[in-house]
């Protein structure tokens, strides 16, 4: 992990880590080529929290930069706040906020937007479901609205659900959605359900395509944390939250 192996050489380089000399660290040892990709890492490490930076006024116009591991382990911010900054339609707060540790797969994935290093998607939605699983927060029709109408990074989102012990769950949400936008009936409203249906099977022929549905069906997955809830979910629940998301229904 390239995020890892920057943390390591700034901590090597302990007061003489500057960008300059972090640079030229890194690409003798082959770690990254462009400059730009380390001051991407920097940063990220930075609002992760792993890293802390100075700067040092050495007379030129861009003030020297000087980095010091600051914690082994990252943190990002996740919750109903962020799942609306990647594009949530729902009403929700945009204060429903709060600080997690990760691991540096979760850091890489994340995106720094108004000073916040925000989660991944597929990062916000397995906490979400585990969140409900555990404290009853009924925000399971969220993660089902996302799952069932943006492509997600497939093997990415089972992977940390399988971490969380929530990967049965989220393979039964999909197959459950796959399930009911096969038919071409349905008892709720022809527009509503239809609009879902194309947009599911859409983003479902696209994971056929590059392989991944097999991760859904060949895999079983781990854990039997949020299966209750996924199975709890009728047609209508799955196929409203699901329109609400795409703006079919208010």
């Known amino acids: 992990m390239k995020a890892e192996e920057v943390t390591r050489l700034v901590k090597k380089l302990g007061k003489s880590a500057s960008f300059r000399n972090v640079w030229k660290e890194a690409a003798r040892a082959g770690i990254l080529t462009h400059n730009k990709t380390l001051r991407a890492y920097l940063d990220l490490l930075v609002g992760g929290g792993v890293l802390s930076v100075r700067t040092q006024d050495v007379g030129s116009v861009y003030p020297k930069q000087i980095y010091l591991v600051k914690s082994e382990k990252p943190r990002v911010w ?8 990647h594009g949530l339609n729902w009403d929700v707060p945009d204060t429903d906020i709060r600080v997690v540790p990760t691991d540096f797969g979760g850091l890489v994935r994340s995106e720094l937007t108004d000073q916040i290093l925000m989660a991944s998607l597929e990062d916000c939605l397995v906490d979400e479901l585990y969140r409900d699983a555990k404290k009853k927060t009924g925000t399971v029709s969220l993660v089902a609205a996302m799952v069932s109408t943006r492509r997600l990074d497939l ?36 527009s509503l359900f239809f609009a879902v249906r194309a947009r599911f099977l859409g983003i479902t022929r696209q994971y056929v395509r590059s392989g991944f549905w097999r991760l859904v069906d060949d895999e079983k997955g781990t854990g039997t944390i949020g299966l209750g809830i996924i199975d709890g979910l009728r047609e209508s629940d799955l196929i409203l939250a699901a329109a609400k998301q795409l703006g079919e229904t208010g």
């Open 155 to 190: 093997p990415y989102l089972l992977k940390r659900a399988d971490q969380r012990r929530l990967g049965r769950a989220f393979r039964l949400l999909f197959n459950r959605m796959l399930e009911i936008t096969s038919s071409s009936k349905t008892n709720l409203d022809a």
């Open 78 to 85: 996740i919750g109903l706040g962020v799942l609306r900054r």
